[in-house]
């Protein structure tokens, strides 16, 4: 702006006073900008630190999130990446245990009711209104468009959290309430009350899903984690502040079978990772003490002195 107004000084009237009206915006950007590096200099530098949340600019990383986040905009339960390690890789086989909850399964039916209704009636509507159909492939576009750009860089880190979607939301809610105006505002084919219907499915499913996502939200387990940490440290602490080295392990031994069995397909010891963040949580329990702490989804390999203690102690 400031060398804008330099190059234009001869068609400007009043230099000083349209400068001032440069510099005061350009200052408050400045202090603004200041602000930000001070609290992540000294607040949110050791975040940036840890492996979820540098930087990563691989392809398919990028592209895997970014469905991850589209997929958890539509309704998709929150956990499901628990049971997928990429969204390019097929469910574990405890996905399918997952059939025996009767709120996954209430929500499932009704989720899968409701956008199948609404992509039959956008298919319905498209086909009676061709008209319309550039006006919404146009509305989708700037949707798609904002949806990402609000998403911005988060789509770099390899940690994803569904409340980043706070304002990203906002673009998928709004292209679902454009299209019921639409169908509620046509006569053809009972669109009215087909847009009834879909509201109802869509509360319906919002309870249901709002429940769901509750049960299983990050908050609650990692407090479930914190709360076992606290009671674990406490029974060994004393035997574990005796070696340099403590590992989480993911494997149990079967004595029917004499052999070492993955506890979980993908999990265990990398949520603990990340609720720990990495090696910080040992300042908090082992004030003083010279230690490591190793996790078993890192290497299988076990130093020799070190305290191995099973992940699902934290995560039951």
């Known amino acids: 702006m400031l060398i804008n107004a330099l190059i234009n000084r001869k068609k400007i009237k ?33 975040v940036t630190a840890l492996d979820n949340y540098k930087m990563n600019l691989n392809p398919r990383q990028i592209i895997n999130n970014s ?18 390690k990429s969204i390019f890789f097929k469910f574990t086989a405890d996905f399918w245990k997952l059939f025996k909850d009767k709120s996954f399964l209430i929500y499932l039916y009704t989720y899968s009711a409701y956008f199948f209704l609404f992509l039959g009636s956008l298919i319905i509507y498209l086909l009676t209104n061709l008209k319309r159909a550039k006006e ?8 798609l468009i904002n949806f990402f750009i609000f998403l911005g860089p988060i789509l ?12 990203p939301l906002i673009f998928i809610s709004f292209f679902q309430a454009y299209l019921l105006v639409l169908f509620y505002t046509n006569n053809k084919c009972g669109f009215k009350v ?50 340099p080295v403590l590992y989480f392990t993911d494997f149990v031994y079967n004595k029917k079978i004499k052999k070492k069995l993955y506890f979980r397909p993908w999990g265990g010891s990398k949520k603990l ?3 720990f963040h990495g090696q910080y949580f040992l300042d908090y329990y ?31």
């Open 286 to 316: 082992f004030p003083g003490k010279k230690m490591k702490a190793i996790y078993g989804y890192t290497t299988e390999n076990i130093p020799k002195n070190a305290y191995v203690i099973h992940s699902e102690l934290f995560l039951k």
């Open 136 to 143: 919404i492939f146009l509305m989708k576009i700037f949707v």
């Open 273 to 275: 990772d990340n609720t």
């Open 14 to 46: 009043n230099l000083k006073k349209d400068l001032v009206k440069i510099y005061l915006p350009l200052t408050g950007y400045i202090v603004v900008s200041a602000v930000f590096y001070l609290l992540f200099k000294y607040s949110l530098r050791y």
């Open 156 to 167: 770099f880190f390899p940690h994803r959290w569904m409340i980043r979607l706070t304002l």
């Open 194 to 243: 087909l847009s009834i219907i879909l509201i109802i499915f869509y509360t319906i499913t919002n309870y249901f899903g709002v429940r769901l996502h509750e049960s299983s939200s990050l908050y609650l387990l990692e407090s479930r984690f914190v709360t076992n940490a606290d009671q674990v440290f406490k029974k060994y602490g004393a035997q574990i502040e005796k070696h």
């Open 67 to 84: 469905l991850w986040y589209f997929l958890w905009a539509w309704g998709l339960p929150n956990f499901l990446p628990e049971y997928m």
